[in-house]
């Protein structure tokens, strides 16, 4: 596809974000709908379902060819990475946006043929946008982000949920315990995607996780990659766009040390 027909997706990617984001702030004084997916804190409410409807209609109507992985499954069955395809979470960090109504996000990743090509990172409370066209940088509403550089885990912040750090069953957690001692200190957002974003900015200086879907990091790994930070699986693999992951973004130099002397 060429540039022009880029931009025209890039353009229609971040007016559907702004106006997303305007019926996400008019339901704050809504009474919301709540219902559970696989657990009690797996929670689905009627404003995740309407967003992603709404990227959906949106994109079907403007890019009928591309496919759509959204959360919440009313978009594509996608099997094979082929063509354009467009991954939207429509909140993530539901349970921020619940209980705190702050601290969640839009996030919409825009692959073709596998390769990254848009990523938009919306945070609809404090107005900050996140976004990238690759080959072009990454910004932070129209601030361009600086590449990042190297630091050393002693003067890091690393994002990290505690739940990996008590037994569980996707890593041994004394493997991570390291990491919470050595560091300048550790944080947890209850947002995959704003995790990334800040690991994109300078905020976090690396983030880890055992487990995320597609739709929580498609558009954070753009936006790291564009800054030159490094985005592998925990065991240091290459991420499969269309899995589950474990996730593990950081600064370079400090992803090579830590996978190094940590993780492996
Ligand atoms: C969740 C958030 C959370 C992460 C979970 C995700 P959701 O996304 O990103 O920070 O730890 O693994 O499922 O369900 O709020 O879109
Ligand atoms: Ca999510
Ligand atoms: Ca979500």
Redesign the pocket.
């Known amino acids: 596809m060429n540039v022009s027909t880029w931009q025209t997706i890039y353009e229609c990617a971040e007016k559907w974000i702004f106006e997303a984001g305007e019926l996400l702030k008019q339901s704050f004084t809504e009474k919301r709908t709540i219902t559970y ?1 696989s657990n009690f804190s ?3 409410t009627d404003m ?1 379902k309407k967003v992603e409807k709404f990227f959906i209609g949106k994109i079907n109507e403007t890019f009928p060819e591309h496919k759509i992985l959204g ?1 919440e499954g009313f978009g594509d069955e996608v099997t094979n990475a082929d063509g354009v395809v467009w991954i939207v ?9 619940v209980n705190q109504q702050f601290n ?1 996000a839009i ?1 919409v990743g825009i692959y073709e043929n596998g390769e990254g090509k848009i990523g938009f990172i919306y945070d609809v409370v404090r107005g900050e946008l996140f976004h990238c066209m690759k080959g072009k940088g990454a910004y932070l509403n129209e601030k361009k982000l600086p590449a990042l550089e190297n630091t050393s885990l002693n003067e890091a912040v690393i994002g990290i ?1 505690a ?1 990996w750090v008590r037994p569980n069953t996707r890593i041994d957690h004394h493997r991570l315990i390291p990491i919470v001692k050595n560091a300048r200190g550790t944080r ?8 990334l974003a800040y690991v994109a900015c300078g905020r976090l200086d690396a983030y880890i ?1 055992m ?3 597609p ?2 990091f498609a558009a954070g790994i753009i936006l790291i990659d564009e800054v030159g930070g490094i985005v592998t699986t925990a065991s240091g693999d290459e991420i499969n766009v269309l899995d589950k992951n474990s996730i593990f973004a950081a600064k370079p130099g400090l992803h090579e040390s830590i996978l190094k002397e940590i993780l492996r």
């Not at 947890?188 to 995790?195: D, P, V």
């Open positions: 997916k797996d929670l689905v995740d959360e979470d429509p909140i993530d960090g539901t349970t921020n946006f969640f996030s949920n739940t947890s957002y209850g947002s995959a995607a704003l995790e996780t487990r995320l879907s739709w929580d």
